[in-house]
């Protein structure tokens, strides 16, 4: 496994330029780069055998550039709007690259050896102050892979909430026992309903009290019936989940549960809303003994936004929360959050079962592997923790700014253009709309119109589905993201795009 030092410097000095070379010219790099010839690259790539003898490292890194890394697309650059694609501070990646050299295992709380887990926890609370969180409402607090095992985080927390407190039973101790957990919610996000599924609540056990499509309207008086019809009853406890800046949901959750997984794996549906009246949900959850989660995967930060902070009014009355670094933060993947108010039920479901050899000395801070689904994990918080420490409050905050100017700048663009239509108002750094140009509105076209802008290799957008129509979104997410350079070019992509296709000749009979 050695390799001379000479070998590893020129390895590393060769990294080290791509990066710089990177950092310098991402904003001029294709955006993404289609190829025609990908099935049988796959099929090639997929065959090839571990090899008997090893390779110089050099060629090692020339192998993965024209196999992997060559014409690879440019997410982390700033006209990447697919999803919520975050970019990559430079203190993030050199936290990032310091976080493989030493190589911590995140599993244990040793302070005596390392105060890594204590920085981590450090960390978690700076996200707090940016979203002028108070500290104390979360003691437990955690880096998961993303917002999707952060909420699957809420929903085993929740389920064994609402098990001790209305049944008196332990369910990862003992199963459901024949009780019902019920998740409520408006228009969740996917993520939400495969924490369900994985949990084993039942994806057919969510139900839906949403008034509109992005499920910001609630219908209270529904919400209230369900859970007093379950709390005078002896079989059903609910976790309720709320969503503050939810970006993809699925839809037709009515349907029965078999379509609706088919669906929802493939078909999903921009809102981007917020949860209105959550003081009201939050009454009503504490009144009939129901667990309050709230999936905050981005909408978290538009608490440091003065002009946006009442769309995430009373977050920090959620039992949980889990949020997203390697989105709006733009930290590299992977880097979720998690919070909860309840130490006691972190401990009975993750602390419980423990091989001997893993028992550690008593501590101030809980051992990670006690408060969160993983044992070993990397030591995720410091390019999260470099970044906060080297740009501030500040420096965030113009960030959330400038992305929120771009996306409402280029909705206003989209509104007047003659061939689009913007189907929503722009919430935060979201944009969603449709191509109204005849030649475009075929069965089909709006994929072919997303391809069309990608084959610009100047921005990148997502299809999606709104109101049952075809729909195409985008989210801006990017430090990088710039309104005097990258404005125009998202715009002459969206105009070459429509120009790809000639318009449809009037049909004169």
Known sequence: ????????????????????????????????????????????????????????????????????????????????????????????????????????????????????????????????????????????????????????????????????????????????????IKLIGGSAHSSIIKAVGVAGIGRSNYIDVSLNERGSKWDLEKLEKILKEQKDGDSEASIVTVGYGEVHTVLFLRLPPVITLLIYQVIQVNTGGFTNDVDKIRALCTKYDAWLHIDATYGLYARAIPSHAQYVAHIELADSMASDAHKWLNVPYDCGLFYTKHMDMSLEIFAAAKASYLKIGRTITPQPMDIGIENSRRFRALPLYMSLLTYGAKGYKELFESNCKFAASLGEWIDLHPDFELLSPVYLHTFLFRVSAEQWTHPGGNEEFVNAVKKTEKAHVSSTMWNGQPAIRGSVNNWRTREDRDLSIVQQALEEAIRSRMPLKNNFN
């Not at 294709?30 to 190829?35: A, K």
């Not at 003898?53 to 440019?74: D, H, R």
């Not at 709380?109 to 890594?116: E, I, R």
């Not at 003691?139 to 917002?147: E, R, S």
Request: net charge negative.
């Open 1 to 180: 496994m050695e390799i001379s030092r000479s070998e590893y410097q020129a390895a590393l000095e060769h990294i080290v330029q791509i990066a710089l070379d990177r950092n310098d010219n991402v904003q001029d790099l294709p955006v993404v780069q289609q190829n025609p010839n990908y099935l049988e690259e796959e099929a090639l790539l997929i065959s090839n055998r571990l090899p008997e003898l090893g390779q110089p490292l050099e060629k090692t890194i020339s192998q993965v550039f024209e196999t992997v890394l060559n014409g690879a697309p440019s997410m982390n650059g700033p006209r990447y709007f697919g999803w919520i694609m975050g970019g990559t501070t430079p203190a993030s990646i050199v936290g990032d690259f310091l976080t493989t050299i030493y190589d911590l295992n995140m599993a244990f709380h040793q302070p005596k050896d390392t105060n890594a887990f204590t920085i981590e926890q450090l960390t978690l609370d700076m996200v707090l102050d940016l979203g002028h969180i108070p500290r104390e409402a979360y003691p437990v607090k955690l880096l998961t892979t993303g917002a999707t095992a952060s909420n699957l985080a809420g929903m085993l927390l929740g389920r064994q909430w609402v098990a001790k407190k209305r049944f008196n039973i332990n369910i990862s101790e003992d199963g459901f026992c024949g009780k019902t």
